[in-house]
């Protein structure tokens, strides 16, 4: 080559999940220092969904560093969809047979940060033709990266995950949720809760869909079910929790699929009985 030809410039080094972690890390880096610390705060759909301008700014930081890498990619991002179930259900069937699609929730668990409550995460997820590939959930709290690729596990600190042992209900620690439409979503939730409590070792809601995906798929919580939740919520824990061994349906028991809203993950042993309970409780969001 001459040494005065123009060297077209070339990013090396693609790997979809190398920038999926920095984006994660770079954005939780930012989050954490706005801890507590936001200046906007507004509503959504109800007085209970928040948003702020740092689930906004994370959002864009990183929209930017995946487009750097990736300029064809679509991204659905939870931000730059408009409010409310019908929106969320278009923008996904519009995106979702892209060859690439990237799906992001920039901060979930976005009362908890308004309130300094350090439990909230990022979350990246990459499908291609529909089928999550990858997902990065991270906890800038703890400092926990969350990592998964289809076929290849999923790790936590370079450590291999698995799910937890438990085999029956009553053994279990099952995540739930307390989702911000007080007028339809909650009330389905509160049924199965109602009716999961007696039945389990304990509930819990943490407050952050993706981070109780990422503790099932680390075996620290036995199961986590939700009804009413959207894709960026959902894709990269339920592979989080597939590639650690655990089960991933709707509340039907039907397999994962990027449209699903009401969720079951578990460790599989007690996916059957916590299907039954919410079936019975009439809790599945149907
Ligand atoms: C919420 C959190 C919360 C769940 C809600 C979600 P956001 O996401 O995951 O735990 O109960 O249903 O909407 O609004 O904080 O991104
Ligand atoms: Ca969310
Ligand atoms: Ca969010």
Redesign the pocket.
Known sequence: MESNEKVPYVLTGKSYTAVAINAAAKAGEWIKSKLGMHEQLSTKTSAQDLVTEVDKGAEQMIRRLILTHFPDHAILG?ESVEPGEAAAISALAEAQDEEYLWII?PI???TNFVHGFPFYSI?IALAHHGEVIIGVIYDPSRDEMFVAEKGKGAYVHGARMAVSGEERLAEGLIAVGFPADPVVKLPINLRGIAALAPRARSLRAGG???LHLAHVAAGRLSGYWESG??A??IAAGALLVAESGGKVTDTLGESYHLGVRNIVATNGALHAEMLTVLKESDATGF
Do not use: F, P, V
């Open positions: 939870e929730d979930d668990g976005t979350s952050s869909a993706a939740l959207n960026w919520d």
